[in-house]
């Protein structure tokens, strides 16, 4: 491709944008429909309470929690397969089930995998075959063949705001078309989605494209559409250490914030351990706010997401309903933004909408029994916010060094030398060479930390906990632990036996 | 008839027993002796008070979920499965109303006709009607230790009987009977139980302990301060009768800074009046009681009850909880619901252990206000009584020191109003007679005038009105919640 923008941590020029933007909306016919005017005066005619970035920030004044499903992935599909109508019209009454029934605040949609592998062909043929048959063959929400037609029929059949999850290396012309028709919110990230999600995406395009999306974001939020980033903190979604969270989706979330986004919402990623999570959440709004105001966007409105566990989930719905419960217990005593909810039947397959219905009310109980609730200091919460946040300085200080002030700069570098690294990322380049464990109070902590550049007191202070582990178990300190880790909180435990 | 807190003479007790097996022709089958060998041939584990000790010494929270049916067959079953699919350390008979109330007659007239129809006409375990064999059939089938459920003015055939069939546990006192009974007299009621308490005695100096276990059912509406003293004070009546080993059970109300301060003073406060009157040798533990109010008929919304309130049971440092289950909105629960309990509750007690909850400066004021109060109230209590709890308990029932909010029972004063406050934690609206301390009184009053500028209203009882509309749907928390 020729004529890209440099790689690095600068606002695109209008130039830059609207070259690229040419070349996106020609790889498929219904980027064509997309028009920036015309958009902005459909998005003129929608409420402000369906707007993501609108509910984020009322939610984070009033000091509210809100809820949004985790996952409806091809759920939708195979009721169009069931009852023989159109995926549009499976997706509409599903998200209203989990609306209705669930109370969710916020309704999101998942990109089916021949759209995140940007494959819109294969895509069609199947939206053909779905149409015709009376069999679903998507397993998720095809944006782009259904166009911006397709995606304002679900704006205008549902009353919450709504969110693309991708996942996608490049989601270009899905937002594209997505932003011209009333969504608001995309989980994103561009070191981010291939750590999470894939095995060779070059790391330059994955930024380049997660810095389209920004900057598209950017000019919609400029136009009187607020956009919200949520900064995708799930990773492998297996044992991370919160410092390797917050470090991933604060440097995103500059990353993101360089094209002019002004709402930005990194999530973090529930450990299970209630004193880490309250000290993850509240170090990584305090971190962020930081450094957005010392990379000069202090005008950026920072909310937090808490992911509730992305790991193996119970079979047994009752143990579901605990961790569940658990898990928002910490997001409310926390005080995140908003919290993403795990169905109860996760580990079985495919979750009903009323699987997530019941999830969300049970979260939403939570919400409600600890609305008026602070989870206040102690010293065993200052310790556990003291090294979540001087680990994470390290690791972003260290990237904004190594880029001599410019993050993106950094990150290519960082990845090399593992300055920058996740435990049992997909990824191939990435340097692989962490291995957390839990201690004995399940805590995640680095049984290895590699080569991030970890302050000693830490490195010490992870040592010692496990070694207390050790101790106390009579196991030596090695990755069987962490084997054994792996499955313990859907077994019911947090560190394994 | 003088009721005193001493213990009574063995051979008062001894006499007085002939009346109480003589109710029920299965009485006649109740020999302590034969009774004394079998507790001591038990397995190990199989005895609750060693279990709630244990318990208590390792920071570990038991589960008891609650059951009973008429058939002997199914009651095993049940448990059996309790015990195998719910890993439920302590397992119940709940006994049923018939039994209670001493119907031993129409209880017996009720287990034949649920054999004829196969299926139970009762809600509860007839223990009387099927006598030591048929428990002892019960005990044997099963690998935990049993625990009778009731609470009446008068279970002293029903504690005979379980007892000597191998029954460790035995729930009730006095106190609690308040909401249960309409016009016995206080002096009756603590008869009758000093009764059960002396035979559990008796048991504990043969070297067999019998755990008792105390707690007011209307937990949902009275203020902690004032639950616990009156589950101490069903703790000290036992400990007058020789039985050492005493649960304390407190109801969770939801407000989390409440539950967990009442759970670590009721047990402090337990500890503190055993000591000052001499029952060196007592064993205090504490039980949480999961949310005793009416429960959301929405499976999600149960859930999120009974995993707070084993969040609540760990951090408040309980050995032991009693759960409730998912489909506690329709009735008696399946034995698959509460199978579910356990297991949501197991889990949370898991989690929970391993996150303390921060001693903070609103838990240490709640914890604070509570010793004040329960000091106060009992201190007054030994005074009316002249040093002597029992005589001190019966005045303070007459005079109102000791008002139990609701109580069906005439001879309560019903002067007392309680109301939540704008966190959800309960306070006194109106304290009536009880003996408050000043700065008790202000903080209840700063903290409901809080919620009155939130609602817009002065405090009335038309708070409390809302408050006990709210307890029918589940836990009455959050913006909202309890106006009407």
Same mark, same amino acid.
């Given at each position: ?43 003129? +005619? ?66 089916? +995998? ?248 049970? +979260?939403?109980?939570?919400? +409600? ?129 | ?484």
């Amino acid at each position: 491709m020729k004529d890209q923008p440099d790689l690095r941590m600068h606002r695109w020029s209008d130039e830059e944008f609207q070259a690229m933007r040419g070349e996106v909306l020609g790889t498929w016919p219904t980027g064509q429909e997309v028009h920036l005017d015309e958009a902005v005066a459909y998005l003129r +005619t929608l409420p402000p309470h369906q707007n993501q970035a609108w509910v984020l920030k009322q939610a984070l004044t009033e000091g509210r929690t809100v809820m949004q499903p985790s996952n409806l992935s091809d759920l939708p599909g195979k009721q169009a397969a069931r009852e023989g109508i159109a995926v549009v019209d499976a997706w509409i009454k599903v998200l209203l089930e989990v609306q209705n029934d669930g109370q969710a605040d916020v309704l999101p949609i998942n990109l089916d +995998t021949y759209t995140r592998e940007i494959n819109y062909q294969m895509a069609e043929l199947d939206v053909e075959e779905s149409r015709g048959e009376g069999r679903n063959v998507l397993n998720g929400f095809p944006v782009a063949n259904y166009g911006i037609q397709g995606c304002r029929r679900v704006r205008e059949a549902v009353d919450r705001p709504l969110v693309v999850r991708s996942g996608a290396a490049d989601s270009r012309l899905v937002m594209e078309i997505a932003w011209a028709s009333g969504f608001s919110d995309v989980p994103c990230g561009g070191i981010i989605m291939p750590t999470s999600h894939h095995k060779n995406v070059a790391l330059a395009d994955s930024i380049r494209n997660w810095q389209y999306v920004a900057r598209l974001g950017a000019w919609y939020t400029e136009h009187g559409w607020p956009i919200n980033h949520e900064v995708y903190g799930r990773l492998s979604g297996t044992l991370i250490p919160p410092s390797i969270c917050l470090s991933y989706i604060i440097i995103d979330s500059l990353i993101q914030a360089a094209q002019g986004i002004k709402f930005v919402s990194p999530g973090y990623t529930a450990t299970g351990n209630l004193i880490q999570d309250v000290a993850g959440v509240r170090v990584l709004k305090r971190l962020a706010d930081e450094y957005m105001a010392r990379f000069n966007f202090a005008d950026v409105t920072v909310s937090t997401t808490f992911y509730q566990w992305t790991g193996a989930f119970p079979y047994d719905p009752a143990r579901s309903y605990a961790l569940i419960c658990w898990n928002s217990m910490a997001a409310v005593l926390g005080g995140a933004t908003q919290v993403i909810v795990k169905p109860v039947q996760e580990a079985t397959g495919l979750p009903t909408a009323q699987a997530n219905a019941q999830a969300l009310r049970a +979260t939403k109980a939570v919400i +409600t029994m600890l609305c008026n609730q602070k989870f206040p200091g102690s010293p065993e919460l200052a310790e556990e916010m003291h090294y979540i946040e001087i680990e994470t300085r390290a690791i972003v200080n260290r990237v904004i060094e190594l880029g001599d002030g410019d993050v993106v700069v950094g990150v290519a570098t960082a990845f090399e030398n593992g300055v920058l690294d996740c435990p049992f990322s997909c990824w191939l380049p990435i340097a692989n060479k962490v291995m957390p464990a839990r201690d004995v109070n399940g805590a995640i902590r680095f049984l290895d930390h590699g080569n991030l550049p970890l302050p000693a007191e830490a490195v010490k202070f992870h040592q010692n906990q496990l070694e207390i582990r050790s101790r106390l178990s009579g196991k030596a300190l090695d990755c069987d632990l962490t084997a054994a880790d792996v499955f313990a909180f859907s077994e019911g435990r947090l560190t394994g036996r | 008839m003088e009721i005193l807190q001493r213990k009574w003479d063995l051979d008062y007790f001894v006499a007085e027993r002939p009346a109480v097996l003589a109710q029920w022709p299965t009485g006649q089958g109740v020999d302590l002796e034969e009774a004394l060998a079998y507790h001591r041939g038990l397995p190990g584990g199989r005895n609750a008070a060693h279990a709630l000790a244990a318990a208590k010494a390792a920071g570990r929270v038991l589960i008891q979920p609650r059951a009973g049916v008429a058939l002997i067959e199914e009651q095993i079953e049940l448990l059996r499965f309790l015990q195998d699919h719910g890993d439920a350390d302590l397992l119940p008979s709940t006994i049923d109303s018939y039994t209670r109330n001493r119907r031993f007659a129409e209880a017996e007239a009720a287990r034949k006709e649920s054999l004829d129809r196969g299926r139970s006409m009762l809600n509860g375990f007839p223990s009387v009607s099927y006598g030591v064999k048929g428990c002892r059939q019960v005990v044997e089938a099963l690998e935990r230790p049993l625990i009778v459920r009731t609470a009446t003015p008068d279970f002293r055939l029903g504690a005979e009987i379980m007892l000597a069939a191998g029954y460790t546990g035995h729930s009730h006192g006095a106190m609690g009977d308040l909401a249960y009974s309409k016009d016995t007299s206080m002096e009756e009621i603590i008869y009758n139980w000093q009764y059960v308490d002396r035979l559990a005695g008796y048991y504990e100096d043969n070297g067999c302990p019998v755990s008792r276990e105390h707690y007011i059912p209307l937990c949902s509406v009275v203020p902690p301060g004032h639950q616990i003293v009156v589950t101490v004070i069903d703790g000290l009546l036992q400990m007058g009768q020789g039985a050492n080993h005493c649960l304390l059970g407190y109801g969770q109300n939801g407000s989390l800074h409440q539950d967990i301060a009442a759970l670590q003073v009721m047990r402090e406060m337990g500890e503190e009046y055993a000591a000052r009157l001499g029952y060196t040798n007592a064993v205090v533990t504490t039980s949480l009681h999961q949310w005793m109010g009416g429960f959301p008929e929405d499976e999600a919304k149960a859930y999120s009850i009974i995993c707070a309130g084993a969040a609540v049971a760990a951090w408040g440092g309980a050995s032991m909880t009693i759960v409730k289950t998912p489909d506690e909105a329709f009735g008696v629960p399946t034995r698959e619901a509460n199978v579910q309990g356990c297991v949501a509750t197991r889990t949370i007690l898991e989690y929970a252990a391993c996150s303390a909850f921060p001693e903070t400066e609103q838990l240490r004021t709640e914890a604070e206000m509570l010793r004040h109060e329960v000091r106060a109230v009992m201190d007054r209590v030994l005074d009316l009584g002249e040093g002597d709890l029992a005589r001190g308990v019966v005045a303070s029932f007459k005079a109102g020191v000791i008002d139990i909010p609701f109580s069906p029972n005439q001879h309560n004063r019903a002067r007392v109003m309680p109301v939540r406050d704008w966190s959800g934690a309960f306070r006194y609206l109106d304290p009536g007679n009880i003996p408050l301390p000043a700065t008790v009184w202000e903080y209840h009053q700063e903290q409901v005038a809080r919620r009155g500028e939130l609602e817009g209203r002065k405090p009335s009882y038309n708070m409390t009105i809302a408050d006990i509309y709210a307890l029918s749907k589940g836990l009455p928390l959050g913006a909202g919640a309890r106006l009407n």
